[in-house]
């Protein structure tokens, strides 16, 4: 089946820095969507990618779609303690038995240090 | 608006009970999608319904479990009989349609089957 590598699976960071992860993949996708989950809360989506090379912001949050259609990444500019959760790439399939599933990352866990 | 909306939140039920959770899609949203989400197997797509028909059911783990749409804004899970590897979280999404459309998730119902 489909497989997305999400990375880091974690990240402690002080709060103001810079945050980056990436979803890879090696089926090619024609939707990528950023998920943020809080505890005990269902993944609220973040910003919603649909097609190669597209770039996207959504407040102190940059996503893009990546050329290949096989990866896509996630900015997040000057973390707030807020930003903490655990963030899902998931990729939308271009086709064949997959069509319509998400499929989802492995998720990356953000700590963001005040 | 109001988003996907879950009932109950909790539930906590005895092994060999039957246990129904409940889902209101997004108004105008013509898929929804069950998931199950667990620690060790992150977010599995169950099953899947555009315009009231089931989809997909592959991810439906064995015959105790089953799902209906009647109408375009409600959907049931049921699991009879309920047993404690069944205990996870379980969240209802909807979409626009099947393809490539941004999935929106509700809070989830959190599941503890003794």
């Known amino acids: 089946g489909q497989q997305l590598n999400q990375s880091p699976q974690s990240m402690f960071i002080q709060e103001g820095e810079d945050v980056s992860m990436n979803c890879t993949s090696s089926s090619i996708f024609n939707t990528w969507l950023w998920y943020k989950q809080d505890p005990g809360e269902g993944p609220v989506l973040l910003i919603a990618l649909y097609k190669a090379g597209e770039l996207t912001s959504n407040g102190r949050l940059t996503a893009q779609f990546g050329i290949t259609r096989k990866d896509s990444f996630l900015n997040i500019s000057a973390s707030i303690p807020s930003d903490v959760g655990i963030y899902f790439c998931?990729?939308?399939?271009?086709?064949?038995?997959?069509?319509?599933?998400?499929?989802f990352g492995q998720g990356t866990i953000l700590t963001v240090h005040p | 608006d109001a988003g996907v909306i879950q009932s109950p939140r909790h539930e906590v039920t005895e092994m060999g009970q039957e246990v129904t959770l409940r889902c209101k899609p997004i108004?105008?949203?013509?898929?929804l999608f069950w998931y199950r989400q667990t620690m060790m197997r992150g977010l599995e797509l169950l099953i899947y319904f555009n315009n009231n028909v089931p989809i997909d059911d592959s991810g439906m783990p064995e015959d105790r479990f089953s799902a209906k749409m009647p109408n375009a804004s409600f959907s049931t899970l049921k699991i009879q009989p309920s047993e404690p590897r069944d205990s996870a979280v379980y969240f209802c999404?909807?979409?626009?349609?099947?393809?490539?459309?941004?999935?929106?998730f509700g809070p989830g119902t959190r599941l503890l089957v003794l």
């Open positions: 108004s105008g949203h013509n898929s």
């Open positions: 998931a990729g939308l399939a271009a086709g064949g038995t997959s069509y319509g599933k998400l499929t």
């Open positions: 999404a909807s979409s626009h349609n099947t393809g490539f459309r941004a999935q929106y």
